[in-house]
């Protein structure tokens, strides 16, 4: 039997963690669609055309340790702007959502896009300056020397770019629930996102 949750919501906001804790808490498969536009920007990063990178991307890619690098980052989040690339990884994003067990997806338009059909859905949202400092204390931690202002910079481009690009613009799902987890701890936001999958299986 398939259950599909869909968390979306913009970067750094949480839905990465929340989602992995809910694949495992229900016993759910998860993928992380961003990781496959990080895959086909890291690709373009060593000169490779968006759409060729997109129609050969293989599960093995997503395993690149490389994937969470800033520079990787603002990449993929080029690439997502075209519609041909979203278009070349919709399938493999479907066929996922609908397996059986039970899939838990997070990205920017799973509930509105790839999966509007989702049994539960989830955005997973925190204010921009939040945000900018949790991704700037995890690039630290990872030693890229990089400014909080220069992320905040990043952050508030990226958010512009998701939500208004032409296709599959980052916007809620009307029927999703939205999980702000600016003031909130990491326990916290995973219980009240168990608690709206939960209710939603009922």
Same mark, same amino acid.
């Given at each position: 039997?398939?259950?599909?949750v869909?968390?979306?919501?913009p970067?750094a906001a949480g839905?990465g963690?929340?989602s992995?804790a809910?694949a495992?808490?229900?016993?759910?498969?998860h993928?992380?669609?961003?990781?496959?536009?990080? %895959?086909?920007?890291?690709?373009?990063?060593?000169?490779?055309?968006?759409?060729?990178?997109a129609? %050969?991307?293989?599960?093995?890619?997503?395993?690149d340790?490389?994937?969470?690098?800033h520079?990787?980052?603002?990449?993929?989040s080029q690439?997502?702007?075209?519609?041909?690339?979203?278009d070349?990884?919709?399938?493999?994003?479907?066929?996922?959502?609908r397996?059986?067990?039970?899939?838990?997806?997070d990205?920017?338009?799973?509930?509105?896009?790839?999966?509007?059909?989702a049994?539960?859905k989830?955005?997973?949202t925190?204010?921009?300056?939040?945000?900018?400092?949790?991704?700037h204390a995890e690039?630290?931690s990872?030693?890229?020397?990089?400014?909080?202002?220069?992320?905040?910079?990043?952050?508030?481009?990226?958010d512009?770019r998701?939500?208004?690009?032409a296709?599959?613009?980052?916007?809620?799902?009307q029927?999703a629930q939205?999980?702000?987890?600016?003031?909130m701890?990491?326990?916290?936001?995973v %219980?009240?996102?168990?608690?709206?999958?939960?209710?939603?299986?009922?």
């Amino acid at each position: 039997m398939s259950f599909t949750v869909a968390i979306d919501g913009p970067a750094a906001a949480g839905k990465g963690t929340i989602s992995t804790a809910v694949a495992q808490y229900f016993g759910f498969a998860h993928l992380d669609t961003g990781l496959l536009y990080r %895959a086909v920007g890291a690709k373009v990063l060593k000169g490779a055309d968006a759409l060729e990178a997109a129609n %050969a991307l293989q599960p093995e890619d997503l395993t690149d340790p490389n994937l969470r690098t800033h520079a990787v980052a603002q990449a993929a989040s080029q690439v997502a702007v075209k519609a041909d690339v979203r278009d070349a990884l919709i399938a493999f994003q479907r066929s996922f959502a609908r397996r059986d067990g039970g899939a838990v997806l997070d990205g920017r338009d799973i509930g509105t896009v790839i999966c509007p059909d989702a049994e539960a859905k989830l955005f997973v949202t925190a204010s921009p300056a939040r945000r900018a400092e949790r991704r700037h204390a995890e690039l630290l931690s990872r030693g890229e020397e990089i400014s909080y202002d220069q992320v905040l910079a990043d952050v508030v481009a990226r958010d512009r770019r998701d939500s208004e690009r032409a296709t599959a613009p980052m916007i809620a799902a009307q029927d999703a629930q939205l999980i702000d987890t600016s003031d909130m701890s990491i326990d916290q936001a995973v %219980a009240a996102a168990i608690r709206a999958v939960a209710d939603a299986r009922r």
